[in-house]
């Protein structure tokens, strides 16, 4: 079985979070994001995955090359400019020859992948929809399923007034190879805008795949940070970290006059210094130094950050190779590579 992983297009950068790193490589627990993905599909037996990028593959080939370290075989299709999610998959047709799964590639969920190829198989359908429900389908591609759940109707971000069910478009599907037919060569296209709704407007066998297994898109600073807290406190079945557990990588260092409550992570070649108090959840990434007396709370950073004596930090991200300053006071703020924290 294979699965296309969909990493490009406009939307691909964790704005204002970061101006030059992929979504896909955005560190989750010290890992890329898409290295849990992979790990995922393996999981459900998928090993033959392609990744569709329209947009810097350089940072994502030289991490991963083919994946065989992580037990996938990993291939990459290249887009000169972004073709939309369906151009993409189309980009992608010569190594498609049976049915085949396709990801949205900034989602992070459990959703049962066996069952829902057991569910697509019985119902003979020719596109399987995971639908999962959130508060506000507004952000989302609204999906009506009937009794049979079969999809009545598809609409991509719906107005208000259009929304009639809360259950929406998960961005994982199963698709028969057949679909590629209707997708132009070299064009720009969009499933949930042009495939879907044209699929069911002809009336083919296009099937929801309803579920409550846990589900984030992950597009935001604010769901990254939710994420993050989520998978600390054992909320994804993938993650089997503890809500008091404190995992210190042996090449850092901890001043014993430091505090950490958990759930905290940290990384290889950090210094924690007298004084500090880490309270999670909180990620630490490689080669950090927290300066004495710095409080950091709810936050996640990334590699090389230097926290300043007496900086408190709460609810925030701090991406790569950041200083922030002595005795500064920041909340709520993602910061990015290019900005320099200033004192608060
Ligand atoms: N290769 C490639 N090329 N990938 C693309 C392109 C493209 O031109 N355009 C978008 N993508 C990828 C994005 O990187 C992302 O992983 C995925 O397709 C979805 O794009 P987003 O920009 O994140 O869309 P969204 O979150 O607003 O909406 C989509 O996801 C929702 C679920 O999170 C839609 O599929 C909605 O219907 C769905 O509910
Ligand atoms: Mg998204």
Sequence with gaps: MKAIILVGGEGTRLRPLTYSTVKAMVPVLNKPFIEHVIRYLNKHDIHDIVLAM???PDSIMGYFGDAHGLGARLV???????????GAVKNAEKHIDDTFFVLNGDIFTDIDLTDMLKFHRQKKSKLTIALTPVDDPTHFGVVETDADHRIIRFVEKPSKEEVTTNRI????????????QRIPQATFCMFERQVFPALVAEDEPAFGYHTDAYWIDTGTP???????RDLMYGKSCHITFQSHCIEVHPRSTIHPGAKLNGPVLIDKDCDIGKGVHLKGPAVIGPGCTLEDGSIIENCILWHNVKVGRGAILRDCIVAGDN???DNSRIEGT???NKAMAKKG
């Design 76 to 86: 990459y299709s290249m887009e000169e400019s972004p073709l939309g999610t369906a």
């Design 222 to 228: 604010a769901k990254y940070l939710q994420l993050t």
């Design 334 to 336: 993602a910061i990015n």
């Design 323 to 325: 200083h922030i300053e």
């Design 169 to 180: 478009n998960a961005g994982v599907y199963i698709l028969e190879p057949e679909i590629l």
């Design 54 to 56: 329209g947009y810097k």
